[in-house]
């Protein structure tokens, strides 16, 4: 298992949520991230914006508190989520957890979070990590979800005379929870599913999906999946001849997506967050400066044009985190790790309009997602780049 260990402000801590450094209460902040195996593509945005915001946190002088980071990597492996989280847990004295990269190790987690009373923020899509949220008081996350994505997109799709789609889509947790989605709302929406395919992270022949699908003649294709399969499996679709619009759910909005696929995804109509198109935005939309100034550090630390939709969903779990301290701190309330860890869970529930990279988040005891319509957008990769679809 491998292993890293940021440490904001260069302080060692040992036992507890919280000690003192310098005077100051220092709490733990665990992450677990996919840096290896299947979910690697998606996890290494994810991991330089922890870095970032690592490094942004350790440079501030005016935070009553000090935060000490401990990271594992899981290799994409839901068992190894649930043995690092319960590592973080139960021997490192984390007071909140930023986990899990995908939807079923975050999935996986929820019942070790739930038994631990740990705070854990998940940067997966699946409204299943989160839901019902009074048995899943302890899990959080910063996707959208995909029910708000999908009714979007059909939506769309409705406007455009779409009358029957076909469904392509991982054979995990992730690609159930799209297929889930998009039979519980395209009816509602008039349009028929008339074929529904699947395949595995790891595969890379794509072809007998795609001819089955041209099979049952659709209006248009929905695809629920990550690079490099959502690439691929589209590429396969038009070298099959299939000549009708292609979506993509939020798990497509990355460069990855672009980069592996190529000439091959142009026309690709993909549902994103605000950051690809924050420029976009009205200039009193309070997303165009947080985003801003997001993606202006981001692209000095690591180049221009490399900041993205899994970066920000890993810097504002930890940003969500890091508010979350704040506010308890502020509150003057005490107590041991166990009493520390759900006054902090608490106090995450009730964020309320916190501007993010990703969106504006409100957390309440009955929705641990937090976001609304103002975070949804339709675009399509024109010239190779993710183009805003005026709606």
């Not at 002088?61 to 899981?74: N, R, S, T």
């Not at 198109?277 to 100034?293: C, Q």
């Not at 759900?342 to 916190?354: F, G, I, M």
Request: charge should be positive.
């Amino acid at each position: 298992m491998k292993v890293s260990k940021l440490i904001s402000g260069a302080i060692l801590m040992v036992g507890g949520a919280m000690a003192q450094a310098q005077g100051l209460p220092v709490f733990k902040i665990g992450v677990v991230t996919a840096s290896t195996g299947a979910a690697a593509t998606i996890a290494a945005p994810a991991n330089a914006a922890i870095e970032l915001y690592r490094e942004q946190l350790a440079a501030r002088k005016d935070l009553p508190f000090k935060v000490e980071f401990i990271q594992y990597d899981d290799a994409s492996d839901p068992t190894k989520s649930v043995n690092n989280v319960r590592k973080l847990i139960q021997e490192d004295g984390a007071a909140m957890i930023v986990c899990c990269t995908t939807t079923p190790s975050s999935l996986a987690v929820a019942k070790v979070s739930e038994a631990g009373h740990v705070s854990t923020i998940a940067m997966a899509s699946g409204a299943a990590v989160v839901e019902p949220p009074a048995e899943k008081r302890y899990m959080f996350k910063t996707p959208v979800t995909d029910r708000l994505m999908i009714g979007h997109t059909l939506d769309y799709m409705a406007k455009h005379g779409v009358k029957t789609v076909a469904f392509l889509g991982l054979e995990d947790a992730y690609g159930e929870g799209g297929w889930d989605e998009l039979k519980a709302l395209a009816g509602k929406k008039g349009i028929k599913i008339v074929s529904s395919e699947r395949f595995a992270r790891a595969d890379t022949n794509f072809t007998p999906q795609a001819l089955k699908t041209m099979q049952a003649k659709p209006d248009a294709v929905y695809i629920h999946a990550i690079p490099p399969s959502a690439s691929l499996v589209h590429e396969a679709l038009k070298r099959v001849g299939y000549k009708g619009p292609i979506y993509h759910g939020a798990g497509s909005a990355t460069t990855a997506f672009v980069t592996i696929g190529k000439a091959a995804v142009e026309g690709a109509i993909v549902g994103v967050m605000p950051i690809t198109v924050y420029r976009e935005l009205a200039a009193d939309n309070p997303l165009r400066k947080s985003i801003g100034d997001f993606v202006k550090a981001y692209d000095a630390k690591y180049g221009e044009g490399k900041a993205e939709m899994f970066a920000v969903q890993a810097y504002d779990a930890v940003g969500l985190s890091v508010d979350a301290i704040r506010r308890y701190v502020a509150s003057g309330k005490k107590g041991d790790l166990e009493q520390t860890r759900k006054d902090l869970r608490d106090e995450l529930e009730k964020t309320h309009e916190y501007a993010g990279a990703v969106g504006i988040f409100n957390f309440t005891p009955t929705d641990h997602v937090g976001l609304d319509e103002r975070t949804l957008f339709l675009t399509q990769i024109k010239n190779g780049q993710f183009r805003l679809i005026k709606e």
